[in-house]
Nanobody, 119 residues
Framework: QVQLVESGGGLVQAGGSLRLSCASS????????MGWYRQAPGKQRELVAT???????NYADSVKGRFTISRDNAKNTVYLQMNSLKPEDTAVYYC?????????????WGQGTQVTVSS
């Protein structure tokens, strides 16, 4: 099993910034992709950003240009820098680690951290 621990959530005014961190108990070389997802009340969990072990990134259109995902392999940690925050960014943010071995996919999730953006 992989243990993921998120931190960095909180309350911020529109236009402000937050930096989320996710520490993994598994070494970086054993994880193919890490990412951030979010879920607002009454909505489905949606992808925010992902990063591969090789450093390739992908972003949802709604956050592109405002959010930056990065990882520190030495610390087994992934980050999400969130700038120019909007009220619609309010959600619980979840860290995800995915390992794929052939046709078998292993998904691990953190407990989530609340991000609230006030207008």
């Amino acid at each position: 099993q992989v243990q993921l621990v998120e931190s960095g959530g909180g309350l911020v005014q529109a236009g402000g910034s937050l930096r989320l961190s996710c520490a993994s108990s598994r070494t970086s070389f054993s994880i193919n992709t890490m990412g951030w997802y979010r879920q607002a009340p009454g909505k489905q969990r949606e992808l925010v950003a992902t990063i591969t072990n090789g450093g390739s990134t992908n972003y949802a259109d709604s956050v592109k240009g405002r959010f930056t995902i990065s990882r520190d392999n030495a610390k087994n940690t992934v980050y999400l820098q969130m700038n120019s925050l909007k009220p619609e960014d309010t959600a619980v943010y979840y860290c995800n680690a995915r390992r794929r071995n052939g046709a078998t996919v292993y998904d691990y999730w953190g407990q989530g951290t609340q991000v609230t953006v006030s207008s």
